[in-house]
C-alpha cells in the first residue's frame, strides 16, 4: 500500500512537472538528488507516458535471456580472475619458500608438477579473464545502461567482499606475528603478495563501481 502511493506520488510529480514544460533529464537527475531509485523513476515515467499515448511501453525481448548470459559473463570473468590469482599467490610463495628457506624448517622436497600446474592456470585463466573482461566492456561502450545491471552489482560487491576479508585477515596475521616478535623476511613478503594481490583486484572492481556510479549522475 505504501509502495503504491509512493509510486502514485512520483506520478502525479512528473505529469505536473511536465504540464510546466519541465524536460525529461531535468526530472530524472532531480529525483536522483532526491533519493529515488533510477528503476522507480523511469517506471513513473513509463506510465506517464503510456498514459499520454494510450500504447503500453514497449518490453525489448529477451530480458531473461540476456541476464542468464550476464550472470555467465560476470561468473566466468570472477572465476578465471580466482583462477589466476590464486595460482599467481602460489607460486609466488614457492619461490620466496626457495630463495628464504627457513634454516630451522626442514624444506619438503617440491614437486616440479607444482609449479608447472601453477604457471599452466595462470597461461590459461589470465587470457581468458582478459577476453571475457574486454567483451564485457565493449558491451557497457555500447549500451551503458549495462552499468545498472543487478547481476553486475551483485557479483561485484561480492568480488569486493571476499578481496576485503582477504586483506583484512592477511594484515590481522601480520600484526599478530609483528607484536610475537616473529617476523622474518619471507613471510613479509608473503603477506606482502597478498596484499598486492587482493588489494589490486578490490581496486579495480571499487573503480568499475565509481564508473558505474558516474554513469548514473550524468
Known sequence: MEQTSKSETLHAFIEASKTKGAADDLLVNLLREQGWAAKD??????????SLTGLPVPVRAGGAGEAARDAFLYLLAFSTLATWTIALGSLMFTYINRWFPDPLVRQPFESPYEVSSEMACIIVGFPIFLLV?????????????????????WLTYI???????????????????????ELTARFVL?????VVIAGSVFWYYLESLKRGAGHDEA
Open 190 to 194: 608473503k603477506v606482502l603478495t597478498v
Open 159 to 181: 568480488a569486493l567482499l571476499i578481496a576485503a576479508g582477504t586483506v583484512i585477515g592477511d594484515l590481522i596475521t601480520f600484526l599478530t606475528f609483528f607484536l610475537q616478535g
Open 41 to 50: 523513476i523511469y517506471a513513473a515515467f513509463g506510465r506517464y507516458y503510456q
Open 133 to 153: 573482461m574486454r567483451f564485457i566492456l565493449k558491451e557497457v561502450e555500447t549500451r551503458p545502461e549495462k552499468l545498472e545491471s543487478g547481476i553486475r552489482k
